[in-house]
Every structure is written in C-alpha cells, then in structure tokens.
C-alpha cells in the first residue's frame, strides 16, 4: 500500500477484492496504473465503468520504449478512459458512499470522485509469517527471500521460487524456477536459474507484449544500438482488423544486426512474442527474419516488416514483397 494520508481508514479495493464486487461501479478510481491497474481498469471499463487511471509518473509505463508508452496511452484515451499522470497523491477521503482522491497536477489541485478506488501499486511477498530468520533464510527490504543463481536460500539445504523472490512474476517463470529447483535439492543437479529471456503480457486491449532488452538498456550494456519502429497501420492484419493503433519496434546490435529486443502493442501481441523470444534467445539476425517467409494477413507478419523497416519504406512494398 502507498503512503497516502486517509488510505488506511478508506473502504478501498485491491485486486482481489475488486473481482468479489456483485455490482459494477459507476465509477472507479485506479491508483496505479502498471499492468496489474490497466488490465483491471479496461476490463471495468468494458463493463461499464467510468474509469480514472492515475499515477505518480509523467509517463505511462516508464521501464518500457517510449513509442510502447505512447502507443498504449493513445489506446486507453481512444478508450474513453480517463488518465492522470505526474499526481501528487494528497489524501483520500471517504464521504459517505463516494470516494475522493485530492491530488496536484502540473501544480494544480483536483478532487477524483469515484464510487469504488482500486489501489493497484504492487504486491509484496508474504513472508512475514514464516519465521524465516529461525531457518538462517534471509529476506530483503521488500520481504523477499534472496536466492542466489542456484535458487539456493542463505540456509543452503533451502530453495525457493517464483514470486516470493521478487523475480519476473509470471506463472510460467515461476513454474520454470520451481523445475530447476527441485532438480537442484532433490537431484543435486546444480542447474542454473536462466532469466536473460523473459516475454512479458500485459492483457490489455490492444496487448502490451516484449521481450529482451529496450533501446535503453542495451545502451547501457555498452552495445551500438540500431532500431526499426513499424506503426501498426503498416500492418495488413491490422488494416483488416480496423485496429492500427500500436507498434512494432525491434532493438538491434548495429555491427552485428542480432535481434536484442522485440516490443509490441498490437491485438495478439502475447502470440506473436513467443516466435520474438526464440530469435532474442538464439541469436537471430535481421536478415534472418526478413529472409523467413511470413504468412500473409497474420500478426505475426509485424515481425517480418518491422525488420524490413531497417532498410526498406515498407509502405511502398506490394502485398507480401520482401
């Protein structure tokens, strides 16, 4: 929970109790507008809702490109849903039925109402139960069990995974860890926990899906950086669609040309981040990709003219040419 005045005396929701309601809202509050606020926030706001997302960020997304960032945002306005970024949270207080949230904005003062307030800020493991310090198994600063690449704990006969460790909380990461694991204690395998390629979802319409570095971080890895950035009116599946707001970027090394990053906001993006993943892992070039054939009128397809782009005005390619 964040540190607002009024928030421990408010009636608020958290991702949980938010899908126990027998009523939809008329209007909800999202404090929080990570993957876990939108997600919830555009489903109520399918059902109905009046939906204000707002956080404490200038930008919407910040860890991810700033093209993904404005293609989402562009999205959620399209929507209809309300979104208030760089807030200054000042209090909360409940009048009544009615939830307010007093906040500033570029230094003005605003009043949120709202019939129900999501608090969607994050999770914290739950381990404050498990007496974990009578084990010799340290926690860190946010109760995390610290691990090290083995899964051990600080009590070596101790393994733990998923999102207890606070790494990428993902079931399938999770499940991964678990596998390595038991291998490990029970097998006495010394494998090795691998999370250098991890595809992250966020179910959002239009889906939010990368994998492998951003344009910022492989700069800080030191690697010459070159970028392809396809909008999503480039693509054929999603002219049929009559849902072009997106985009396909594809971060690579510029000596080299391997494929280091793939971020995509598009319907059905989570599908066509898997085929993205095997080329971030193993190693693929550009012209790998642009020289595989891609079925026509498929999602899948962004991936082959996000390559092109590096070299070619896709939009004066003929169906299908490469």
Known sequence: ???????????????????????????????????????LGQLFHHLGSEITLMQRSE???????PEISESVEKALIEQGINLVKGATFERVVQSGEIKKVYVTVNGSKEVIESDQLLVATGR????????????????GKNNEILINDFGQTSNEKIYAAGDV??????????????????????GGLNKKIDLSVVPAVTFTNPTVATVGLTEEQAKEKGYDVKT?????????????????????????DAETL??????????????????????VKFGLTIEDLTETLAPYLTMAEGLKLAA???DKDVSKLSCCAG
């Open 228 to 252: 392809s950035v396809l909008p999503l009116d480039a693509v054929p599946r999603a002219i049929v669609n009559r849902e072009t707001t997106g985009v396909f970027k594809l971060v690579a």
């Open 165 to 186: 460790t606070l790494g990428p909380q993902f079931v399938y990461v999770a499940a991964y860890e678990g596998g390595i694991i038991t291998d490990n204690a029970i």
């Open 258 to 279: 391997k494929v280091l990053g793939v971020h995509i906001v598009s319907e059905n993006a989570g599908d066509v981040i898997y085929a993205a993943s095997l080329a």
């Open 1 to 39: 929970m964040p540190q607002i005045s009024g928030l421990e005396e408010m009636d608020y929701l958290t991702s949980t109790t938010l899908l126990e309601l027998k009523k939809i809202p008329k209007r909800l509050t999202v404090i929080g507008s990570g993957y876990i606020g939108m997600e």
């Open 59 to 65: 930008r919407l997304l910040k860890e991810y490109d």
């Open 124 to 139: 914290k493991p739950n381990t404050d139960s498990l007496n974990l310090s009578a084990a010799g198994v340290e926690t």
């Open 308 to 310: 092109l782009t590096f």
